[in-house]
């Protein structure tokens, strides 16, 4: 059953920013990528970057700049070969300047659950 709310106005996201709002006891990032928004987890699938302070987005792709891995915001998937995983999205609709995501259920990447911490070092050691 969908859950939906009232994140945010658009005009709140400026074109080709990302914005970090919580969302009852999580958090969620709204990106703008000029030819529409998107809604997801505020972190990156690979290491946990904060996508709202590493993330930058450049036509319709965005780029998490710890380790470059991309995603085209167009199509949801996968923009570049390093990139190992997609993002996972929510459903996000606009509807008199606002903006409403469907958070029936909190999205969460596999290393989330894990209870080890990686690091760069154990990454790349």
Same mark, same amino acid.
């Given at each position: ?35 529409? =928004? &998107? !809604? ?8 946990? /970057?904060? $996508? ?7 036509? *319709? ?11 085209? =915001? &167009? !199509? ?8 190992? /995983?997609? $993002? ?7 509807? *008199? ?6 958070i029936s259920e909190q999205l969460s ?17």
């Amino acid at each position: 059953m969908s859950k939906w709310i009232k994140v945010c106005l658009a005009e709140d996201v400026p074109e080709n920013k990302i914005k970090k709002f919580p969302v009852g006891d999580f958090d969620i990032v709204i990106a703008n990528y000029g030819d529409g =928004l &998107r !809604a997801f987890p505020p972190v990156c699938p690979h290491m946990r /970057e904060p $996508l709202d302070v590493s993330g930058f987005i450049d036509n *319709d792709v965005l780029t998490c700049g710890k380790h470059i891995w991309q995603w085209d =915001l &167009r !199509a949801c998937t996968k923009a570049s070969k390093m990139t190992e /995983e997609n $993002l996972l999205f929510y459903e996000l609709k606009e509807e *008199d300047g606002g903006i409403f995501v469907d958070i029936s259920e909190q999205l969460s990447y596999a290393w989330e659950e894990e209870e080890e911490e990686l690091d760069d070092d154990d990454f790349f050691g």
